[in-house]
């Protein structure tokens, strides 16, 4: 055997060896197939509950997959309503509240369906009047006096800064409970009142008074309004209830009292409940 024959021996053999090698360790570790991931629940979250025709919020759906991880699938989701004259959704998610009732909004990925229940509470209000006319005075004196007797305690916190001319807490109640029968009920801003009259401090609101807007457009700032005193001695050691309109005696103006919308007709967050 000459060199050149020995030289091809030996390559042969690490070949036929590697090959072998090869095929004993492919047979004792067969590939094991890859489990697929899939969808096994959809969380639908974000803001399910509103006060004013046409306001919209986004919501999320969340995806928890077979491997124990999330994934943000909002863009993905198919989205859809179950109420769309109370609240529709967009193909984003996007909620719009349409009227008062009650929805619930589903995303469903991958054939996995998730749920949120969304809550549309419009409160009522009184449409305008015609050019040049304004709405007559509200019943309201029997609910006043109903309400306020509700909540007795609440006299003792009329005005617990000493102040005239600001809201209070039992104004504020009483105004949030108006404000469910009709949101053209707001405060009286006391146009004329100044910080003289009020220990140093802005003039919010007179603390004893209520104010209704009869007229057209926005609430906020219109002095077209009646002006009802609803509380004797405020201030005073016995405050108590009474229920006088003094429209035209001096001027006033419908104001929020820094809480209540611009006359968007959107309940605040409720002192007040039915």
């Not at 890859?34 to 639908?44: M, Q, W």
Request: hydrophobic residues 35%; contains cysteine; proline residues 7%.
């Amino acid at each position: 055997m000459n060199r050149t024959q020995f030289a091809l021996g030996v390559c042969a053999f690490f070949v036929f060896a590697s090959a072998a090698c090869s095929k004993s360790e492919s047979s004792s570790n067969p590939s094991q197939p890859s489990t697929p991931v899939t969808v096994s629940s959809v969380a639908v979250t974000g803001t399910n509950s509103f006060t004013e025709k046409n306001a919209t919020a986004q919501l999320t759906a969340t995806a928890t997959l077979s491997n124990g991880t999330t994934e943000n699938r909002t863009s993905t989701a198919t989205w859809a309503s179950d109420n769309t004259n109370v609240a529709a959704v967009s193909g984003a998610g996007v909620v719009t509240a349409n009227a008062t009732g009650d929805a619930s909004i589903s995303a469903t990925v991958s054939g996995v369906r998730g749920t949120r229940a969304v809550s549309v509470r419009i409160p009522p209000r009184t449409t305008d009047p015609p050019a040049g006319q304004r709405l007559p005075v509200p019943d309201v004196q029997s609910f006043i006096f109903q309400t306020a007797n509700a909540r007795l305690d609440l006299l003792a916190r009329s005005c617990p800064n000493g102040r005239k001319y600001e809201n209070n807490p039992w104004l504020d109640y009483m105004v949030d409970a108006l404000r469910t029968l009709d949101t053209r009920w707001g405060y009286n801003g006391k146009p004329t009142r100044t910080a003289g009259d009020n220990n140093g401090f802005p003039v919010i609101a007179a603390g004893d008074e209520i104010a209704y807007h009869f007229g057209r457009g926005s609430d906020q700032n219109s002095p077209d309004v009646y002006l009802i005193d609803i509380l004797i001695g405020h201030c005073g050691d016995n405050p108590s209830l009474t229920f006088r309109n003094f429209t035209g005696e001096e001027p006033g103006f419908w104001t929020g009292a820094n809480r209540l919308p611009s006359g968007n007709g959107v309940l605040p967050t409720l002192m007040f409940q039915r």
